[in-house]
């Protein structure tokens, strides 16, 4: 680590937040800053690759800055009245629970960018989906860095409109249809969630977050809580996704580009529970506990449900598309997430802090890995891919086969990679939940969910023989193997699920001291 001025932490942080918003402005004017390209097209892509770069470096000098013997300290703070008739105020800072969420955004917008720059996505100008991207980039870091209930709102919203676009104008079959679905899902939760938003911040006189988390709910009645924990828990199930509320996700997965997909998977989710951690597990602690046995029950259904509709898809016939598989995916893994947030205790929030930043990076390489075996065969169909790979995607491109394989054996919460700890400590979590939570409920939550990882290791398993190993023993052409581009996009998820695997400590050590003075008053 090193040693960076409390002030200079401060200017990272509003780069970080506002750079991106800048980048979107200037990639819109009619020659945008940045390297010269070839053509007006490549260069406005050059300009998302710099300044998504420029804010993933911003990123780790602020995590390379950042007090790791203090995480629960709020640091590189920014506090200025914004609107005094509200009380509402432009308030920054990171700890240890939001850290590694600004870290990873950065990390994939930028590889999304990389990725984008040597495959162009087919479609409408490069200009307005470079901005869509940067401009999603600058909701998404505000959304995790933001300290003010209003504020977080307006980040929350923020994303919404550049992931509609992104889906409706660059994406595949059914775009439209999928890009109302997921704005009409999504808008409708958030006006439900900003109600509650509003509850909290008249009912305790502040919209302050950091005030509001001290407090720990002393200053709401119970029935305050309750109201707000259903109102704000509803849209922030909706992002998540939480079954029965996930509907939008597979449409969107399937329709939305590639880079798209991985974002949304890789970051988007992150939102919604990274909204019941910061706001719901502090601020109104009576109420949420008046929830949590629903939300872990709505949790392992929801680990199930997504299991056996993986299942379903990856049979032979069953005309499965291997991007909704991973979308379905999602709606498992963001149940263990939410089954480690419903015990409220130490460890299972740890684990499902862990879980969300697994899930970014192996959920984020699957849908690269996805799209590059589209733009090879024409067809994310699992009957169809199997056919065109012959006998093994291995044989054919054994180093794209190797990476799908890792990708899927990382999903599957191998011990040794990233996928394994969230989960574990999530159970771990269920097994020994807060007082005043029902154990044997819990416990049967834990077999549920537990029940749930071999599902989820059935269904990618199939996945991983049908596409790199079966198919009918007769000659195909072989299929471009993975590219200088893709490699360079790629290598960094897999060696940080690998890392991440081998060395939880790397991001328990943040989160752990954030967690426990977040679930006993606060973050000051």
């Not at 999602?330 to 899930?359: D, E, K, R, W, Y």
Request: with cysteine; proline share 6%.
């Amino acid at each position: 680590m090193i040693d960076i001025n409390e002030s200079v932490m401060r200017v990272l942080l509003a780069l970080i937040v506002v750079g991106p918003l800048i980048g979107a402005v200037a990639a819109l004017l009619p020659a945008p800053p940045g390297l010269k390209g070839k053509s007006p097209e490549q260069s406005v892509l050059r300009h998302g690759v710099t300044v998504t770069g420029v804010i993933l470096a911003a990123a780790i000098l602020l995590a390379l800055g950042f007090d790791h013997h203090h995480p629960s300290r709020m640091q590189a703070t920014t506090d200025i009245s914004w609107i005094p008739a509200l009380d509402v105020r432009i308030h920054l800072g990171i700890d240890g629970i939001s850290l590694p969420l600004v870290v990873l955004t950065a990390l994939l917008t930028f590889l999304c960018a990389l990725y984008s720059y040597f495959k162009p996505p087919t479609g409408p100008s490069p200009k307005a989906f470079v901005a869509l991207l940067l401009l999603l980039e600058t909701g998404t870091l505000a959304t995790f860095a933001v300290l003010d209930l209003l504020l977080f709102f307006l980040a929350f919203e923020t994303v919404l409109i550049p992931m509609y676009f992104l889906i409706a104008r660059w994406g595949g079959e059914g775009r439209t249809r999928a890009a109302w679905k997921f704005i009409l899902f999504t808008l409708l939760g958030s006006v439900v969630m900003l109600l509650g938003l509003l509850l909290i911040g008249i009912k305790a006189g502040t919209f302050d977050m950091v005030a509001l988390a001290t407090d720990n709910g002393r200053s709401l009645s119970a029935s305050v809580q309750v109201i707000a924990v259903l109102a704000i828990g509803l849209g922030l199930a909706v992002k998540t996704p939480m079954w029965p509320l996930h509907s939008w996700l597979p449409d969107a997965h399937t329709s939305a580009p590639t880079t798209g997909s991985v974002l949304l998977a890789g970051v988007l989710l992150k939102m919604g529970t990274y909204g019941f951690v910061r706001i719901l597990l502090p601020v109104a602690p009576h109420g949420f506990r008046t929830f949590a046995p629903y939300l872990a029950a709505f949790a392992v259904v929801g680990i199930i449900y997504g299991s056996l509709a993986c299942l379903a898809l990856a049979r032979r016939g069953a005309k499965g598309d291997l991007k909704r598989l991973i979308a379905y995916s999602s709606v498992g893994h963001m149940g263990f997430v939410l089954l480690g947030i419903a015990t409220m205790t130490p460890t299972g929030v740890n684990g499902a802090l862990f879980a969300n930043i697994a899930h970014g990076l192996i959920t984020g390489l699957l849908f690269f890995l996805v799209g590059a075996l589209k733009d090879r065969t024409g067809s994310t169909d699992l009957d169809t891919l199997a056919e065109e790979t012959g006998l093994a995607l291995y044989g054919k491109a054994p180093r794209l086969g190797g990476l799908l394989a890792f990708g899927a054996v990382a999903s599957l919460g191998l011990p040794g990679l990233a996928g394994f700890w969230g989960e574990m400590l999530s159970l771990f979590g269920a097994f020994k939940p807060a007082v005043d939570l029902s154990r044997p409920a819990f416990l049967t939550f834990m077999a549920i969910g537990a029940f749930g990882t071999l599902l989820t290791a059935a269904y990618m398993l199939i996945v991983v023989r049908r596409v790199c190993m079966g198919g009918a023993e007769r000659e195909v052409p072989k299929l471009a193997d993975v590219q200088g581009y893709e490699f360079a996009a790629w290598t960094p998820l897999v060696a940080l699920t690998v890392v991440a695997g081998l060395w939880p400590r790397a991001l328990l050590g943040l989160t752990d001291p954030a967690v426990h003075q977040l679930l006993a008053g606060g973050t000051r």
